[in-house]
């Protein structure tokens, strides 16, 4: 079965430093690949996807997510964060089942 | 452009009553799928829209039911309330075809069951 993993429930880093967000899927093809980021009280918003072509891919708000088929992950990345990134976000695939199945999310704080 | 709409924002109802969610697609969108997220979960899928018809369904008892207008506009009935059924409920919209795999979420309904 399809599934999505995020290793990570909570990461704190402070502001400016960079990040990286766990992401792992299990499929036996290579699906479409989400990430989304949820602020408190709201719903979804998308910040990058991953169809095909160029393994990196670029977001809104600095965010970049690198596909590695290898090792079945798309991790998300941003070389500095800012106190307005915190949130929770959430790692998606959309395995051509025209229904997204998501992982647990991660909750990132950022400390001044 | 209108995106996706939700209403109501938030909802209390107790156990064993019948609730009613509604959701506007974003302007063109004919698709829309509904998901619960439960508290420090990610959303799960409930079920799609298309043409009026359930087209898919997720891992979801039947107290869970919907609908879709001839304005691709949907409502989420979820009769018989439980406490677990306490949750942020998504509406996402698409366009069926080629781009159904980019869905457009609404801001969601908090639904509290006591």
């Known amino acids: 079965a399809q599934s999505v993993t995020q290793p990570d429930i909570h990461i704190t880093v402070s502001e400016g430093a960079s990040l990286e967000l766990r992401c792992n899927y299990s499929?036996?093809?290579?699906?479409?690949l989400f990430w989304y980021v949820q602020s408190p009280g709201q719903g979804l918003q998308l910040l990058l996807k991953y169809f095909s072509g160029d393994t990196l891919v670029q977001g809104i708000k600095g965010f970049e997510a690198e596909f590695k088929r290898s090792q079945s992950s798309f991790n998300l990345r941003k070389p500095s964060v800012h106190w307005s990134d915190a949130a929770e976000y959430f790692c998606?695939?959309?395995?051509?089942?025209?229904?997204?199945?998501f992982g647990t999310g991660t909750r990132l704080q950022v400390f001044p | 452009d209108a995106g996706v709409t939700q209403s109501p924002t938030h909802l209390i109802k107790t156990r064993g009553q019948q609730v009613t969610l509604r959701c506007s697609p974003k302007?063109?969108?004919?698709?829309v799928s509904w998901y619960q997220q439960a508290l420090g979960q990610g959303p799960q899928f409930i079920f799609q829209y298309y043409e009026e018809e359930e087209r898919q369904r997720g891992n979801f008892p039947d107290r869970f039911s919907g609908h879709q207008f001839p304005n691709y506009s949907s409502e989420l009935n979820v009769n018989a309330l439980l406490l677990g059924d306490s949750a942020l409920y998504l509406c996402?919209?698409?366009?069926?075809?080629?781009?159904?795999?980019?869905?457009?979420f609404g801001p969601g309904t908090r639904l509290t069951v006591l």
């Open positions: 998606a695939v959309f395995p051509n089942t025209d229904k997204l199945i």
């Open positions: 996402a919209s698409s366009l069926n075809g080629l781009a159904s795999h980019e869905q457009f």
């Open positions: 302007s063109g969108h004919d698709t």
């Open positions: 499929y036996g093809a290579t699906p479409y």
